[in-house]
Structure formats: C-alpha cells, structure tokens
C-alpha cells in the first residue's frame, strides 16, 4: 500500500461509510437530475420517511420551514420541483438551519437549490427553509431521495405540494415516483466452470497460469466464448466480497469498460460499470447483460452473463472485438458495497481481442518497469554498496598492493562498486516515473525517500571526484563527510526499501519479503560486528608483537597473516549470504 498500509485503511475506512451516489460527504450534483443514487441496487417501493412544511401557500419571497423526518438514514437528496413537471428543473432555492448535518449544493447552476447530508452519521430529522423565487410556479412539490444503507433507499418521495394563493387546485400530478427497472432475474450455476476449452473454444486469462477453476479452488479464472453475435463470460476465484474485470486501452485505471460479481448475503449480483480514475466505479444499468448466472461454493465465487459484441446505444460499454489490456481484480463487499481491491490488479501482458482466436494468456500483478525497478535498487543498496562498504572499511591493510593506474585494490574494488550503485540507482529511479506518467501520489513517502536517496547517490561520486591528496589538511573534512553521506544513503535507501515492499504494485508475497530484508540487515551488521571486533582483538595482539618483530618494510607477523585470511573469509562467507538474500528477493519479484 508501514505509511502506504496506514493510508490504505484511512482509504478502507472512508469507503466503508454508505452514501448517496458512492459519497458519504454528500457532494452528490451528479445525482441531482435523476435524485437516483448509483447504488446498482433496486429502489425500495413503500416510502418510511415524511416531507411536511410549515404552511400550504406561498409567495414569491416566502421562507417555508421543511421537514424530513422517519427511521434512521445515512443520506439525502432534497429538491423543490414544479408540481406539473417533475422531471424539469429544481425551483428556488434553500437556506440551511443545522449546517452540521446539512449542506447547500448547486444543482443545475442553480446556488443552494438541493439539500443533501454532510456525513454518513444516522439522523432521524432535517430542517431546512426553502426560499420562493420571483418567478415560481403556481404548484411546488418537495422530493427526497434518502439512503438508509447502501442498498436500502428511497428515490424522489413525494412531499406535500404547497401552491400560490388564488390559483386553481392542484388535482394530479403528471408524476411521482420515477419507476426503475429492477435487477434482471438470475439463475444458479449447476456445476464449476472448467478450464478444458481454453484455447479451443475459450479465449481465457488465468492466475495461476493454466490453473483450472474446477480442480484448484484459488485459480483465478476468466474466460471469454464468442457465439455469433455475442460472447459468454465466465469469472471464478476465491472471493467473499467481488470479482472484477475491466477492458482498458492502456495499463491505467480510468475510461475503462469493467463489469463487477458482487456477493450480498447468500446471492451474487452482475454489475456493469465504468472506471473513472483511481476512484469507486460508477455502476451502470444492467439492460446490457443476458442469461446471468451465479454459483456460491466452498468460498469460490463464480459468475457469468452474456453481452453483445456491440452495444450502440450504450456510450459506456467497449465493443469487444477490439484489442484491450484486461484487468482482474478482487476485494472485500458488505452490503453490496464495493472496497478497493486487495491487491494489485492482474493485468494481462499485452492488448487482446477475446474474440478473435481462442488462446490461453496470462499476466501480472506487478507491472514490468516496476519489477525492474525493485530488482535494481535491491542489487545497488543490498549488495554492491554492502560489499564496497565493507572493502573499504576493513580491507585496506589486505589488498594494500597498487594496482590499475598505480591505485591499491581495495580502492578500485570499492570504486567500481560505488560507480555501480550509482548508475544501477540512477536507472531505476526513472522507471516508476515512466511507469506512471510522473509522480504518483498514492506511494506514501516512498517516492520522497527515493528522491533524496538519488540525491546522495548522485552526490557521492561527485564529491568523491574532489577528493583532496592523502596529507592534505582538508582530507580530514573530506573523510567525515563522505562517510556521513554514504551512511545516510544507506539508511534512507534501506527505509525507502522496507516501504516499497509494502507498495501494491511490486506484489511481493507475506511476510517472506519482510523476513527476507530483516535478514540482509542482519547479515551486514553482523558482518561490521564481526569485523570491527576481529579488527580490535588483531590490534591488540600486534601491539603485543611489536617489540619482537622483525622491521622489515611490508613485513607480515603470524598474526597480521592470519587476520588478514579471517576477513576474507568473513567476507566470503558474507558474499555467499548477500547473493543467496538477493536471489530470494529477485526470485520474490518475478513470482507471477
């Protein structure tokens, strides 16, 4: 999603709170037309809620106290419409009593001429003052539309109608409630879906590759059979809350064709919607899909309908025989409301047309550019930087002989290593951005931690560049601030690390990935521990030595052959350990 999992169920937790139109704030402007929520669920028909006004007749200029009271709701819609045209434009306008569980919105450019809630929170009565225009009609009847919970709802009940003096009575109205079609009936599946015709008759995409729904109860399944004119889909997976597939024409969330099984109690229910960003769907009419059928099983949730290939008169729905990325996600429902999906949507590798040639594909949760990006940043902050560090710090002594260009080995092993975290660095740090299209503000403090570690990263080198001569006075300064930097480097990368493996789009499996990194920490530290007191016990029996050895210039006593043989074993040993780590993680990366 760790900062990412604490944004994550601060996002959790504001969706769960039912709404009108899928907003528990109640900025609901798109609803104001229709006062129809886009719940894709069936109004409720017997009204249990009550409009009445302070006074039956008005005029223009009049302040008329309304009330909407009944059992607990969540949300609300309230509108003041011309008795003979319920269906035209919102008349006059509304001034709040309690702007704590009320609020003002602009419906058809219209200030303050609809009411809606502020909050989720259960309410039992609204008061409200609407105001009578210069212009009003002779007739105005009040509408509300109240939302109990998410699939319990009320559309454009029907208040009392209040008219102007000396004008005929009102007798009937051209309209009340709006009558909604109600959810298309739906059959039980008999029996698992099979993955036997993938690639003969059936176009299908499967986690794992080649699984079969009717023998493996955590295959993700979803499988596209055209006939004539239309195409057959059939989705399975392990899910409590819904399954979900959407046609997009890039990698992106947003102006995609999706379509949602949804669990609610012991039933399942078939939803066409349309994404619009990285934000709930809007549900759709269901009128597009036929022959829709579900099955309930051992936790396995299987769904299927059947949709004509092209829909014209439907602007929201793709034409399937085109090329698209499909995208298959799950998540939790309560209610018949959708959470955002547990994690990273599986995304075919490339575009395909369902139905065209039937063919088997598959795909991945975690994106290539971000694989690759993880996989950099793991060899250049775990290993090559670790390595350096460690030549640096305790191999001075051991590879001491000049080498290339009359530098001692030591240096040069630590400078290629260096070089090498650097420039891996530099590359995989611009692959996220290419991969998003800029910054993504849904990483938490990850992408900050990258940006200074590519900064030190860049820093490093270049001040390594300037480095003074071995007595100069200022080599001092040079030293402290070069290890400052390196050390910070490496603390930040390794946070930024330990909070991108938490990120969704890298996808990488619980809790191993945590125990993996854990281990690498302890490997290097251990590694110091070890190094920093063999250094100290070596020291000391130098010290010892030193009056009986023989001074002759690059000798060696017994005990400075035998430290120097400990640490390479040390490090050989460390080496071994680091690439075993680095193979778990990269091996952890590429696991779908």
Known sequence: MAVPGFILGAFIILLRVSSVANYPNGRVTQSCRGMIPEHGHSPQSVPVHNISVSQNTFRPGDQIEVTLSGQPFKGFLLEARDAEDLSGLPIGSFTLIDSQVSQLLTCEDIQGSAVSHTSASKKTEIKVYWNAPSSAPNHIQFLVTVVEKYKIYWVKIPGPVISQPNVLPFTTPKATIVPLPTLSPVSHLTKSFSASDCGNKKFCIRSPLNCDPEKEAACIFLSFTRDDQSVMVEMSGPSKGYLSFALSHDRWMGDDDAYLCIREDQTVHMQPSRLTGRSHPVMDSTDTLEDMAWRLADGIMQCSFRRNITLPGAKNRFDLNTSYYIFLADGAAIDGRIYKHSQQPLITYEKHDVTDHPKNVGGSHSPLLLK?????????????????????????????????????????????????????????????????????????????????????????????????????????????????????????????????????????????????????????????????????????????????????????????????????????????????????????????
């Open 372 to 592: 690759a990006h993880g996989a950099l940043m793991f060899v250049a902050w775990m290993t090559t930087v670790s390595i350096g560090v460690l030549v640096a710090r305790f191999f001075k002594p051991v590879w001491s002989r000049a080498f290339f260009l009359g530098e001692a080995v030591w240096f040069q092993v630590h400078r290629m290593l260096m070089l090498t975290t650097s420039a891996l660095t530099c590359i995989a740090f611009v692959m996220p951005f290419i991969y998003r299209g800029g910054w993504s503000s849904h990483a938490g403090y990850h992408p900050y931690l990258g940006c200074i570690v590519m900064t030190l990263a860049i820093l490093q080198p270049l001040l390594a560049a300037f480095r003074p001569p071995l007595h100069d006075p200022r080599r001092q300064m040079f030293n402290w601030t070069h290890w400052s930097i390196g050390t910070a480097a490496r603390i930040i990368a390794v946070a930024a690390i330990f909070l991108g493996m938490d990120l969704p789009g890298l996808n990488l499996p619980y809790p191993w990935k945590t125990y993996a990194m854990i281990g690498f920490v302890a490997l290097h530290v251990g590694t110091e521990i070890v190094l920093e007191i063999h250094a100290y016990r070596l020291s000391r029996k130098v010290e010892i030595l030193d009056d009986v050895r023989i001074q002759i210039l690059e000798s060696f006593t017994v005990a400075e052959a035998e430290g120097h043989a400990f640490k390479k074993a040390v490090l050989a040993v460390y080496v071994c350990g680091n690439v075993t780590f680095l193979i778990i993680f990269l091996s952890a990366i590429n696991h779908q």
